[in-house]
Each structure stands twice: as C-alpha cells, then as structure tokens.
C-alpha cells in the first residue's frame, strides 16, 4: 500500500513539476556521456531527474548563486546510474550541498595509540552516510564537454554502496548476482591498480582509486559510463559486474559493441 500511494504522489509531483524542455534540451546537448540514449530512455531519465530534484533540495553554499540549468545538469548525471534501478536507489537522504568550486572537509580519525585527530582535506565532492551529497560547481561544469572525471556520478556511486553499510565497494547485488564473482573480480582489479601505483606507473582509472575498495568501485563506476571501452578493455570482469548491477551497456548504447 506505501508503494502505491508512493507512486500516485511521484505521478502528480512529475505532472506538476516537470523540468521544462528548454532546460531539458539543454542539459541533454551539454553532456555527451547522454549520447546514444534511445528517445525512451531520456524520457525516463527526464522523470527521474525531475523526482530527484523535487525530492533533493539544491543547497547552495560558499556565495554560490543557483541559477536556472543547475539542477537539470545535476539530476541528469546523477539519475543516469538509476535509470534502470529506480529513485529508491536513492533513499534515505534529502540534499545537495553545492560549492562553486573545491572546498575544504573536515574529519576525524583515531590514531593506533588511541589519540584522536581532527584534519582538513580539500575535496570536489562527499557523500554523508544517511546525510547530504556535497558537490563542487566549477568541477562539474570544468567535465561536462569530454569523457573523464565525473564528481556527480562518483558521490552517487558512493551513495549506492552505504546502501549495504560500510564503504566498501560492494552495493546491494540483484537476485542472480553473485557476491562471489563481484569479490573476485574487483579485488583482482583493485589488487592490480594499487600494484601499479606503488611502482608508479601510469594507470587505466584515477589512482585515487586505489585509495579504498569504495574509491575503487566509485572511480570505477565514473569510468563505466564515461569511458566504458577503457574499463571493458583493461578491467572486462569488472565491466561486466558492472552491467548486470547498473543493468545498462554503454559499449553498446554509444555503438562501441554489438549487442
């Protein structure tokens, strides 16, 4: 019974709160990890986009203005790893917090004599356990003409994986996937980058992936929707679990793989 009074809602907050098409149009030519979305999948993610931001409130901070075309930008890059998941993907928290550019996180952590250190670390992006996605501006709009980096996808990604608890690259896997296979092919994946950082050499992904599992599976969820040949060519097993979890191809969608 939630369920469907959940829905009825969601059916008249898009009947009145629709992202205009102007503003649609417009996010969809600024992102090119869009191309190759059949005209019923931007529908789709135009009402997810739409949801997600009558239901996340945009937080400016830092001096930043809001200005019309944020939020569509926004929305669409974080509804994308959703699309075939749904917006209760995204449960259980209710803002953006957007900087205009990088900004400065605080955070504590016990030292192994039991001391307790409070840092300050500059970062583009954060996501709060059961809190707020935290986003810099500039760095958004800095990646939106070229595949690479993708700060909204990254905190999402993150978000997708408190979902079980613990930051530790493993999401809530679909009936048929197995945890097995997924722990066997991102730890040999992980294992791999972090041997090469240590040697210094260059990496396929961000060797800030390398920092965690959880970074690894962020970073490498940016990359599966932005530069999918390069996780499918140097990480194929990943790319693959990757696929049944997100349920989507970009090799295919962007005309890089035969079905």
């Not at 896997?173 to 994946?189: E, I, K, Q």
Request: aromatic share 10%; with cysteine; glycine share 8%.
């Amino acid at each position: 019974m939630f369920g469907l009074l959940r829905n009825w809602f969601r059916r008249r907050r898009l009947e009145r709160a629709r992202i205009a098409d102007g503003e649609w149009r417009a996010a969809v030519a600024s992102l090119p990890l869009l191309e190759g979305l059949r005209p019923t999948e931007l529908e789709r993610l135009r009402n997810l986009a739409t949801l997600f931001l009558d239901e996340k409130a945009l937080e400016p901070a830092g001096g930043l203005e809001l200005v019309p075309g944020m939020g569509p930008v926004i929305a669409a890059q974080a509804c994308l790893p959703i699309l075939e998941l749904g917006l209760d993907y995204y449960r259980g928290w209710s803002s953006v917090v957007l900087y205009p550019g990088g900004f400065l996180a605080r955070h504590e952590y016990t030292d192994p004599m039991g001391l307790v250190h409070s840092v300050h670390r500059p970062l583009i992006g954060e996501a709060w356990e059961r809190g707020p996605v935290i986003l810099s501006w500039a760095d958004i709009a800095d990646a939106l003409n070229e595949p690479g980096p993708n700060v909204v996808i990254h905190e999402m990604a993150h978000k997708l994986d408190m979902l079980t608890g613990e930051v530790n690259g493993l999401p809530p896997l679909h009936r048929g996937m197995s945890v097995r296979d997924w722990s066997c092919a991102f730890n040999a994946a992980y294992q791999s980058l972090c041997r090469e950082v240590d040697r210094g050499r260059p990496t396929a992904l961000d060797p800030y992936a390398a920092d965690s599992p959880g970074e690894f599976f962020a970073v490498v969820s940016e990359a599966f929707f932005e530069t999918p040949e390069v996780v499918n060519e140097v990480y194929p097993d990943v790319y693959r679990q990757l696929q049944a979890f997100y349920k989507q191809d970009p090799l295919i969608r962007l005309g890089k793989q035969q079905p």
